[in-house]
Structures are given as structure tokens and as C-alpha cells.
């Protein structure tokens, strides 16, 4: 069996943003820039349920964070085609 982990350090672009989705599930997403120096690397995070909720307050645009979770590809449009997105078990806050 193949895995699909990761697990990355990186800087917040935005402020993250809760939404609650009609079934009550709150769902985290916020971007950050985790490229080697001299690389362009973004990639969008999500996180659902209560831990997305738990995880909000520690988190603000600019800091460092730490992200473990897996890699899913973006269904839909003609626009996401190849566009990838990470999906957080666990973040924590680099000091």
C-alpha cells in the first residue's frame, strides 16, 4: 500500500477562515508559502470539524506553521486541473 503524507513548514499568506457548511461542519482553509529559498512554492490548506475550529486561534498571517496531513488533486473546473491542495490532520504553530 502507497501512502499519501506530508508534512511542511511554512509562512501564512492570508487570515484563516472558518466557514460552517450547511450540515454544521466547520472547514478551515488559509494559504501558505512553503517553498525552498529561491522557489515559489504555495499551497492551500483545509482542515474540517471541531480541530479546525481548535486550531483558528493559532493561527495568524505571517507566522510559521507546521502542517501534517495529505495531498488530494482539486476536482471541478478546467481551471483546478493539475491544482493540488493539502489536507491538515494536525497544525501547530512554529515559534
Known amino acids: 500500500m502507497i501512502g499519501n503524507?506530508?508534512?511542511?513548514?511554512g509562512r501564512l499568506l492570508?487570515?484563516?477562515e472558518v466557514r460552517i457548511?450547511?450540515?454544521?461542519t466547520p472547514i478551515l482553509r488559509f494559504t501558505v508559502e512553503c517553498g525552498a529559498p529561491g522557489e515559489t512554492l504555495k499551497l492551500?490548506?483545509?482542515m474540517t470539524g471541531e480541530?479546525?475550529?481548535?486550531a483558528?486561534?493559532?493561527l495568524?498571517?505571517?507566522?510559521?506553521v507546521k502542517v501534517i496531513g495529505r495531498m488530494r488533486m482539486l476536482k471541478g473546473s478546467l481551471k483546478t486541473?493539475?491544482?493540488?491542495?493539502?489536507?491538515?490532520?494536525?497544525?501547530?504553530?512554529?515559534?
Open 5 to 9: 503524507r506530508i508534512e511542511l513548514d
Open 14 to 16: 492570508d487570515q484563516p
Open 21 to 24: 457548511t450547511p450540515a454544521g
Open 44 to 46: 492551500g490548506i483545509v
Open 51 to 54: 480541530s479546525a475550529l481548535a
Open 56 to 58: 483558528k486561534p493559532l
Open 60 to 64: 495568524e498571517r505571517g507566522r510559521q
Open 81 to 95: 486541473a493539475g491544482v493540488f491542495e493539502v489536507v491538515a490532520e494536525s497544525i501547530e504553530q512554529i515559534e
